[in-house]
């Protein structure tokens, strides 16, 4: 597995955690209001939270520097050989 692809595994449900310190969670304005959108947030010690909003306690946490080569591996291209489901 990739730097980028091992970096984003780290997955966890962050319940206990959100209700104890609340996230603010942002979406693109690109998102329409029917659409399943990404939301990301700013987690406790510098981490970066994602979420799905159709599925929004599957949450998936990693660094800013794990996110931003996995950013560039996907506009690399490093991902489209994966079959669609």
């Given at each position: 597995?990739?730097?980028?692809?091992?970096s984003?595994?780290?997955?966890?449900?962050?319940?206990?955690?959100?209700?104890?310190?609340?996230?603010?969670?942002?979406?693109?304005?690109?998102?329409?209001?029917?659409?399943?959108?990404?939301?990301?947030?700013?987690?406790?010690?510098?981490?970066?939270?994602?979420?799905?909003?159709?599925?929004?306690?599957?949450?998936?946490?990693?660094?800013?520097a794990?996110?931003?080569?996995?950013?560039?591996?996907?506009?690399?291209?490093?991902?489209?050989?994966?079959?669609?489901?």
């Open positions: 597995m990739s730097p980028a692809t091992s984003m595994a780290s997955s966890r449900n962050c319940d206990k955690e959100q209700h104890v310190n609340p996230v603010a969670w942002r979406q693109s304005s690109y998102c329409q209001e029917s659409a399943s959108c990404v939301n990301v947030a700013e987690g406790e010690h510098n981490t970066i939270l994602l979420r799905e909003s159709e599925q929004p306690d599957a949450i998936l946490s990693t660094t800013r794990r996110l931003r080569a996995f950013i560039r591996a996907v506009k690399a291209g490093r991902f489209d050989h994966f079959p669609e489901s």
